[in-house]
């Protein structure tokens, strides 16, 4: 099944409402991704139909299982990218959170998994070059 990146922003967002909230409502996810309530209902109305969340109007937004296996996997690569742009590449956290993002939605999985690989063994084999590296970056 096709998932398209703003679908992914979407089963994303719900999925950290009913993190943090524990409810998954219409406003907070228009506020949360700044768009309007209706075009909320027309997402949801999308991820209804792919089996991605159960949504009937006025009643509650759920994810099924296969919308949190891919919320949680967007989440999930989202906070790497931010940990690694500020950890290893010394990019400031807000910059960092927003560039991981964008990021997450278009970077292949195998991508994101040598990124891993590769900061494992700079921090476990280099921990001073990167150490080094940050503190340049923080002097230019």
Known sequence: MEVSKREEEYL?????LY????????????????????????ALKKLSS????????????????EGKRIAEKTY?????LTEFFVEILGIPPEIAEADACQFEHYVHDE??????KFAQFIRE?????IKQFTKRKKEE
């Open 12 to 16: 994303e967002t719900m999925y950290l």
């Open 19 to 42: 993190r943090n909230k524990g409810v998954i409502r219409v406003k907070d996810i228009a506020k949360r991704m700044r768009v309007r309530p209706p075009s909320v209902i027309d």
């Open 50 to 65: 792919k089996g991605l969340v159960e949504y009937e109007k006025y009643d509650r937004i759920l994810l099924t299982e």
């Open 76 to 80: 999930e690569k989202h906070k790497f």
């Open 111 to 116: 991508t994101v998994e040598r990124m891993r």
């Open 125 to 129: 084999q280099c921990p001073y070059a």
